[in-house]
């Protein structure tokens, strides 16, 4: 399995100029904005973006490696996933959608072709995922692919006037339910 990696719904590629308008839409959303704080939410800015993702090599070691997430039905970019690799087999991943398509499983269904080309391809052995207490949409999606709550570090994040829990969820390889490694 290489990029692009296809599953029922979506395509997951790198990104290309000619996301440009899908990008600035989803990023230009608040909730969105507070998390892909490395995208500019303009034209330009995501231009930027994309001319600095292209030079890096496919999930080089700690590098933030993103994904489009593209509807197979219409071409549309409707996010992003992220896996970065790091030291010892490990690989930590993320998401984030245009607010009009979260809550129809799209990050469920592209983050799990994520983590099973991380263990089948890339041969990490844990793969984890990190939240805030408050987003309950990503931690739900996390339990839904079969990770566990690792750890809950009690008000470990100031944001908007509160301290906010965070949460990181993991799953190991020889946990992941494909039975292909078997």
């Known amino acids: 399995m290489s990029l692009p990696i296809k599953t029922e719904r979506l395509i997951l590629r ?7 308008q899908d990008i600035l839409e989803f990023v230009s959303h608040p909730s969105v904005a507070r998390i892909v704080m490395e995208i500019e939410a303009t034209e330009v800015g995501v231009k ?3 001319h600095k993702k292209e030079s890096y090599k496919l999930f080089e070691k700690d590098r933030c490696f993103d994904l489009a997430i593209e509807r197979s039905e219409d071409c549309k970019v409707i996010g992003m996933l992220t896996l970065i690799r790091k030291n010892h087999m490990q690989g930590q991943i993320g998401w984030s959608l245009g607010i009009e398509y979260r809550g129809l499983g ?3 269904e592209g983050a799990k072709a994520l983590i099973e080309y991380g263990f089948s391809i890339l041969g990490l052995h ?5 939240t805030t207490s408050e987003n309950s949409a990503s931690w739900r999606v996390m339990e839904r692919l079969g990770m566990r709550k690792e750890a ?4 470990a994040e100031f944001r908007d006037g509160k301290w906010l829990d965070f949460l990181t969820y993991g799953v190991l390889a020889s946990e992941w339910p494909d039975k292909k490694r078997a």
């Open 106 to 108: 799209y990050a469920t």
């Open 14 to 20: 790198r990104f290309t100029y000619d996301d440009t």
């Open 152 to 155: 809950c570090l009690k008000e």
């Open 48 to 50: 930027k973006y994309i």
């Open 126 to 130: 844990r793969i984890y995922a990190d």
